[in-house]
């Protein structure tokens, strides 16, 4: 299983950025997609999950209302749409999977979740 996260980058405090993380050696369709993210010197927090068929959404309370995760099975990509973005949503963002949304959903760290990408960095000045 491989998770590319990309979309990354240096924007200014409410503007929007678009993560995507495509996936490939795995059934798109059962397999769940969070995404995590950390700030320097602080622990990797979670910050949205989608489950297999895209319907079911999860998200942290500090991302509600502002952030929207899907997915795109023509393309076997999530997307994280980050609107109006603060200087304290800073951090490198990863993307995960599992085949069990409640790991990625109730995993605070990402303990447990089967598979990782690589981070890319999201930076937001004031």
């Known amino acids: 299983v491989q998770l590319q996260a990309s979309g990354g980058g240096l924007v200014q405090a409410g503007d929007s950025l678009r993560l995507s993380c495509k996936v490939s050696?795995?059934?798109?369709?059962?397999?769940?997609i969070g995404w995590f993210r950390q700030e320097p010197g602080k622990e990797r927090e979670f910050v949205a999950a989608v489950g297999w068929s895209g319907a079911v959404r999860y998200y942290a309370d500090s991302v509600k209302g502002r952030f929207t995760i899907s997915k795109d099975g023509t393309e076997n990509t999530v997307y994280l749409q980050m609107n109006s973005l603060r200087p304290e949503d800073t951090a490198v963002y990863y993307c995960?999977?599992?085949?069990?949304?409640?790991?990625?959903?109730?995993?605070?760290?990402?303990?447990?979740?089967?598979?990782w990408g690589k981070g890319t960095l999201v930076t937001v000045s004031s």
């Open positions: 050696g795995r059934d798109f369709y059962q397999y769940a």
């Open positions: 995960a999977g599992d085949h069990e949304l409640r790991t990625l959903r109730s995993s605070p760290q990402g303990e447990g979740v089967d598979d």
